[in-house]
């Protein structure tokens, strides 16, 4: 398992910064807050992790993901259309193929962002099955349990993966 977990160089980027991006246009979907992503070790690796505010624009076909350091220093953006994802670090620019493809390299394990922008707002990814539980559903082997404003997604398969996210102030606009 590779233990490259960006937001782990979130945490420790230090002075490391980008520029700000222009402003978002005003009719692009907007959720924003803090996220923390954790891979589970095993015997032979530890577990890996980290914390960021971010910032989430656009939509699964095309958009925007921002995270900024607990000092508030832009430090990664993430950008994507059809058929290319851009990740954006002061170390430079790297494309990917797909959104998994990114966070696969980045984490070691592929996170759907895709269906992110779904369960931020407490509800399936309307692309793929899913079966209700207990307390939310689970989808694309994810254990989604929301709890607006906040979400815990949790992969079922080896290595587990926990990604807890909360809300500030919610969707500024409809997608």
Same mark, same amino acid.
């Given at each position: ?14 002075? +490391? =910064? ?23 070790? $095993? =015997?032979?690796? /530890? ?14 076909? +095309? ?12 430090? *990664? /953006? ?12 002061? $170390?430079?620019? /790297? ?5 998994? *493809?990114?966070?696969?390299?980045? @984490? ?6 895709? &269906?992110? %922008?779904?369960? @931020? /707002? ?5 692309? +793929? ?7 939310? %559903?689970? =989808? @694309? ?11 815990? *997604?949790?992969? @079922?398969? &080896? ?5 807890? &996210?909360?809300?500030?102030?919610? $969707?500024?606009?409809?997608?």
């Amino acid at each position: 398992m590779r233990a490259a977990a960006l937001l782990l160089a979130v945490a420790l980027a230090g002075c +490391a =910064q980008l520029p700000k991006a222009p402003p978002a246009d005003t009719t692009e979907a907007r959720l924003g807050g803090r996220i923390s992503v954790t891979v589970a070790g $095993d =015997q032979h690796n /530890r577990g890996t992790g980290g914390a960021a505010s971010f910032e989430l624009f656009g939509g699964p076909d +095309a958009g925007r993901l921002e995270l900024t350091s607990p000092l508030g220093t832009l430090v *990664a /953006r993430a950008t994507w259309a059809p058929g290319l994802v851009t990740l954006t670090t002061p $170390d430079g620019e /790297r494309r990917f193929d797909t959104l998994d *493809a990114l966070t696969r390299e980045l @984490l070691g394990e592929a996170v759907p962002v895709a &269906a992110l %922008f779904d369960w @931020l /707002r407490a509800r399936p990814w309307p692309a +793929a099955p899913h079966e209700k539980t207990a307390n939310g %559903f689970e =989808q @694309l082997g994810w254990r989604i349990e929301p709890k607006p404003p906040a979400l815990v *997604a949790t992969r @079922l398969a &080896a290595p587990v993966v926990t990604l807890r &996210a909360k809300l500030d102030g919610g $969707d500024e606009s409809t997608p």
